[in-house]
């Protein structure tokens, strides 16, 4: 890591603190950096019923500061960030770190695997998942604690062109996460490109790329990503990104045995109730948009979702022999897909 690139994102990280003082009511406020767009329907939503919600848990002593992707450190450099006290978490995609360990890009996104983010959630707090991750950082990024892993939608499809089927993926450039979920899209013959959530509506605009795995159907048409790309596909195909909410071990061993359970509790209940929240505005946001007749909304036949799958399973298997803690992984997830009945 470059000493300069810290020495910006500690000067940074002063002055959001300054910030926070003035714009949160609580004592102690946390700095995660997250891996939404400050434009998400997202993160509003989590700025706006569940932030004050920790604080009434709290009695007032414990906040959070939800920033978005890229505001303080690079997307792929939080743990780091968090080791050195830049920042105090994150709440972020696990995938950004397949380039560590194939470990993570199978934690993160078993592509798809799951049919719906309450199987990941139940997969994370339930089926051992959260433990695995945390086994993960203490090989890797020693002195992160994990606090809790979910999902709370699976990814809409957006594009300038229509894809209708696996065929239709031959030669098209994708916007794709790296690891895993570029390898199972290679797979089918299409081009992934990786770039940052961010990137992505410029690269669409400009013809970079044709398409993009890139969020929940909500966060989609509020960054505008349907004035471009009218033909989404919805439900998704590939993706129901896991994310992690970690802290720094320094921070954990300060809060108090309340502000532990608390922020626990509260992490489980704001992204179950994010979950729904989306479920329910995703669901309307195509009912309208289906109705305005502006869009062509593509939803893929079982046998083409099939077929998909049948590709990414090749990829698990492959990518769960690159290191032995890829294999613990791997291991997990199909342990608990089979006691779920999804294998």
């Keep these: 890591m470059k000493f300069h690139v810290f020495g910006k994102a500690l000067a940074l990280a002063a002055a959001l603190a300054m910030g926070a003082s003035a714009a949160?009511?609580?004592?102690?406020?946390?700095?995660?950096q997250t891996s939404s767009n400050a434009s998400h329907a997202s993160l509003a939503y989590l700025n706006e019923e569940w932030l004050p919600k920790l604080e009434e848990m709290t009695g007032g002593t414990l906040?959070?500061?939800?920033?978005?992707?890229?505001?303080?450190?690079?997307?792929?450099?939080?743990?780091?960030?968090?080791?050195?006290?830049?920042?105090?978490?994150?709440?972020?995609?696990?995938?950004?770190?397949?380039?560590?360990?194939?470990?993570?890009?199978?934690?993160?996104?078993?592509?798809?695997?799951?049919?719906?983010?309450?199987?990941?959630?139940?997969?994370?707090?339930?089926?051992g998942g959260k433990e695995m991750l945390q086994k993960l950082f203490t090989t890797h990024y020693p002195g992160v604690h994990v606090i809790g892993c979910g999902a709370y939608a699976?990814?809409?499809?957006?594009?300038k062109v229509p894809v209708r089927s696996v065929a239709d993926l031959a030669g098209l450039k994708i916007?794709?996460?790296?690891?895993?979920?570029?390898?199972?899209?290679?797979?089918?013959?299409?081009a992934p490109v990786s770039m940052s959530g961010s990137e992505t509506?410029?690269?669409?605009?400009?013809?970079?790329?044709?398409?993009?795995?890139?969020s929940a159907y909500a966060n989609n048409d509020s960054n505008g990503m349907h004035k471009i790309a009218k033909y989404p596909i919805f439900p998704g195909i590939h993706s129901t990104p896991i994310?992690?909410?970690t802290v720094s071990e320094q921070v954990w061993g300060e809060l108090s045995a309340q502000e532990k359970a608390a922020?626990?509790?509260?992490?489980?209940?704001?992204?179950?109730?994010?979950?729904?929240?989306?479920?329910?505005?995703?669901?309307?946001?195509?009912?309208?948009?289906?109705?305005?007749?502006?869009?062509?909304?593509?939803?893929?036949?079982?046998?083409?979702?099939?077929?998909?799958?049948?590709i990414a399973q090749e990829a698990w298997s492959d990518f769960a022999s690159q290191s032995d803690l890829a294999k613990e992984v791997y291991d997990s997830h199909i342990a608990f897909m089979k006691q779920a009945g999804l294998l």
């Design 154 to 159: 699976r990814e809409a499809f957006v594009s």
């Design 243 to 245: 994310l992690q909410f």
């Design 63 to 127: 906040g959070l500061e939800l920033l978005p992707v890229d505001a303080v450190v690079p997307r792929r450099e939080t743990p780091e960030a968090i080791g050195v006290g830049v920042l105090d978490g994150d709440l972020t995609s696990i995938n950004y770190f397949s380039g560590i360990d194939p470990a993570f890009a199978l934690m993160g996104d078993l592509i798809a695997g799951y049919d719906s983010a309450d199987q990941i959630q139940a997969f994370c707090a339930q089926g």
């Design 201 to 214: 509506y410029g690269a669409l605009e400009k013809g970079v790329i044709d398409a993009a795995d890139n």
């Design 24 to 32: 949160f009511a609580a004592d102690r406020v946390l700095k995660i």
């Design 263 to 310: 922020l626990e509790t509260w992490y489980l209940a704001a992204y179950n109730g994010l979950r729904q929240h989306f479920d329910r505005l995703d669901r309307q946001l195509v009912a309208r948009d289906k109705a305005a007749g502006e869009l062509d909304i593509i939803d893929w036949p079982q046998a083409e979702r099939d077929a998909f799958r049948k």
């Design 175 to 190: 916007r794709s996460p790296e690891g895993l979920a570029a390898d199972v899209f290679k797979r089918a013959g299409a």
